[in-house]
């Protein structure tokens, strides 16, 4: 029994030792070397790439090494009908709650105003707003998106969410579907994005959505870059109606030097590092998932593909 771990830019010596760790009798390929490619029967995916994964006869599972699948649903040539997995590690919760949770009070307590009047030496004291007056809006109500509501409910904002099916979570104002879109948009104040990058979700941050959401509003995406139009998001700063976005991720990464978000004075841009997997807990995870498998149990995490998510 074998893995082939395929990750673009990804060191894979880490990996391979934490795994080890957890099934010392795995064979780990490292793609394209594979002696006996009929022995592979688990792929551990991540990025952008072009490999044929039909060379591998007896796949039984792709891995993604990430929350998110769509660079696996995307991949050309990809075998049908074999189960993929989304990484359900419990470290992705605690760093998308705290990359959340930082850009949140961020804007909720006003520091790039602060940030700017520092610049000019200036000390103007500007009014402070409670947080049970203060909406933030989550698009995406799954693994991350409920983890940053319930985080931010216990902080005493004013919580509400959107997904696709009708969720009950305490004290979250939920919305779903698309009828349940516009009125979401016109109470978030803050916007939040953790959706999967779906063909329903592709550019769902574009102006009409982003004109829904209350003058003054931020934005949060660290979902896909895909999600938000960036020429969209430059337009609507520029008119002010979005005071400001921290952005995590991007239509193109890395983000090209040229790119107007890089020195946009509004604009926060981090290197999609809002939420890093932890080699440890994430070993664990994907153990979990090939023990599962090697014993005919149920497998969890499993993607839908025709969702896509
Ligand atoms: P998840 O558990 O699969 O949750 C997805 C949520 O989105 C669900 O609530 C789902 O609704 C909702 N949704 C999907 N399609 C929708 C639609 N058409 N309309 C409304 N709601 C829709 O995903 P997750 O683990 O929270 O991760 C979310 C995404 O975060 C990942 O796909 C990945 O792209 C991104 N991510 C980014 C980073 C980073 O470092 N920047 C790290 C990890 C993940 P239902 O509840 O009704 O199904
Ligand atoms: C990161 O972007 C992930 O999908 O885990």
Redesign the pocket.
Known sequence: MSLIFACVDIPPEPWVKAIKAEIPDLTIHLWPDVDNPEKVEFALLWGKWDANLNRFPELSALLSL?????HILTLENRPPNIPII???DPA??T??VE?VLYNVLKFHRRFPEYEEQQEKSLWIERSQTMPYKRTVGI?????????CAKTLVGLGFDVI???????TINKVGCF???QG?GLFLARSEIVV??????N??RG?LNTTNMQKLPAGAFIIN???GGHLIEGDLLALLESEHIAGAAL??FETEPLPANNPLWSHSKVTVTP?????VDFDSAATVIAETIRRSREGRPLLNV?DPV???
């Open positions: 990430g929350a998110g699948v769509d989304r990484l359900g992705l919760r760093g998308m990359y698009m995406g109500l799954g693994s991350l998106g409920s983890a969410g959107w997904s696709r099916r009708k969720k779903y579907g698309e879109l994005c953790l959706l999967p990058l779906t329903e979700t769902i660290a979902a896909r995590d991720v999609h590092v809002a939420a890093l993607v969702r896509g998510y």
